[in-house]
């Protein structure tokens, strides 16, 4: 009697965590998706782009490219491609690293330590310098995205800080960070950034989407909407 009892209290928990598991994974938006990612790509003929992805998800034009090694000038053009954007918006492009002085002025700018250097430790400085450009001030991620449906971004090579933000983006969205990192990963290598750094980064961003789920659920809708 004794082990049926455990048998039965067994299979139900197995039960409750397959669902609970497969729920988790149906709430997860379509793009998250790491083996169909690629299908939201969107080729551009914009010139002097250095490792540039261009992705059409929805109503929303999310760009990744090496910012600090393209010509600042057809950076901007990217831009214009699809969007006009006020002067003060500064292109809707972010540009982590600070070699390239004609990036930092024509772009938003927020310098952030490559993560290849500090381990999970990392993830604590982007937290604290990444997540304010999601919501705070009069330019951020949700204001280009929802404003102009245009979100660009990258370091100089767009090789370490650049696709770690991109996954942030991606785990606010509502992405796993697991897949998030993934992702990232696919599309712009790991760089000798330790897979669970860039998960952990992610998951900043995933952590501030749960505590902000009306801004997540806005971009959401922008995403999944052409």
Known sequence: ????????????????????????????????????????????????????HVYQIGALTLAGLAVGDSDYRYVQSLADQYTNTEAYEKSCTFY?????????????????????????????????????????????????????????????????RGPSVFAMFLSFSGCTPEHSTKIANKVWGNNFVLTKTRTAIARKGYELGNAKPAERARLQKLMSTR
């Open 1 to 52: 009697m004794i082990r049926r009892d455990i048998a039965a209290r067994l299979a139900f928990a197995f039960v409750v965590l397959f669902t609970f598991t497969s729920n988790a994974s149906a709430a997860e938006p379509a793009w998250c998706n790491p083996d169909t990612f690629s299908r939201y790509e969107r080729g551009n003929n914009i010139p002097y782009l250095e490792r540039e």
């Open 96 to 160: 982590f690293h600070e070699k390239n002085e004609d990036a930092v002025k024509a772009f938003n700018h927020k310098y952030v330590s490559n993560p290849m250097l500090k381990g999970t430790s990392a993830a604590k400085e982007f937290e604290q310098k990444i997540n304010p450009l999601f919501l705070e001030g009069n330019v951020n991620f949700m204001s280009c995205a929802e404003r102009h449906g245009y979100v660009a971004m990258g370091c100089q090579g767009m090789k370490h």
